[in-house]
């Protein structure tokens, strides 16, 4: 696991508006919670970390790997294989099984299948006995753990969501950070997570305000 580094990073959008991030590092490990309110630019941030987005000025490293110099392919290809992404709104293939969407996720990132692996991870987030299902077979909290566990099938140094918690209720969102703390002591995984809910606060290492 690497360390991840922002330096000089702005971000101008197709409108002209242009946003600028002061410098910060998260190190291998930690739990990082970009805090405030909509539109202030938690999202771009996330997507330029990820290098989903590409800056206008500055860098995002990830250990040695300058994201925001990589070209379009070879950052997919990073993607795929170091960072899981938990998105405001859930993109599952919609026609396949949940077992299915993980594989898929896999093997977009040159993977094999390693099906133990995935039976065991929808066995730690409960949903195991889901596998068959499709997404729109779920219930809103089974589509959260779903949405965890896609973001883990890669075995990833580093999970970035968006407003994870937007749409729970209090006990959703409990169940949401339980989850969070059961993937990092399973797995070796950091989590930098976006979001304007306050009752996150207390749940991470770094709380970073935007």
């Known amino acids: 696991m690497s360390l991840l580094s922002v330096h000089s990073l702005t971000y ?6 242009s946003l600028a991030f002061p410098d910060f590092s998260c190190n291998p490990g930690s739990n990082l919670l970009i805090h405030g309110m909509s539109g202030c630019g938690k999202t771009t941030l996330l997507h330029l970390l990820s290098g989903i987005l590409t800056p206008s000025h500055g860098e995002v490293r990830m250990g040695d790997v300058l994201m925001s110099a990589m070209a379009s392919a070879e950052k997919d290809r990073f993607r795929g294989q170091h960072i899981g992404m938990i998105f405001q709104k859930h993109f599952f293939i919609d026609g396949i099984s949940v077992l299915e969407n993980l594989k898929a996720a896999r093997r977009f990132a040159g ?8 039976h065991k991870l929808l066995d730690d987030l409960s949903i195991g006995h889901l596998s068959g299902k499709k ?3 779920l219930s809103e909290g089974e589509q959260q753990r779903f949405s965890i566990a896609r973001a883990l099938a890669n075995r990833p140094s580093w999970v970035l969501a968006d407003e994870p918690t937007s749409g729970l209720d209090d006990v959703n969102c409990a169940s949401f ?25 207390d749940h991470f290492n770094h709380v970073y305000h935007l």
């Open 111 to 118: 993977n094999d299948d390693d099906h133990a692996y995935l």
């Open 12 to 17: 101008r959008y197709p409108s002209g508006k």
């Open 135 to 137: 997404a729109a077979q």
């Open 177 to 201: 950070t339980a989850l969070m703390r059961l993937a990092v002591e399973e797995k070796p995984v950091s989590w930098i997570v976006a979001s304007h809910d306050n009752r996150l606060k």
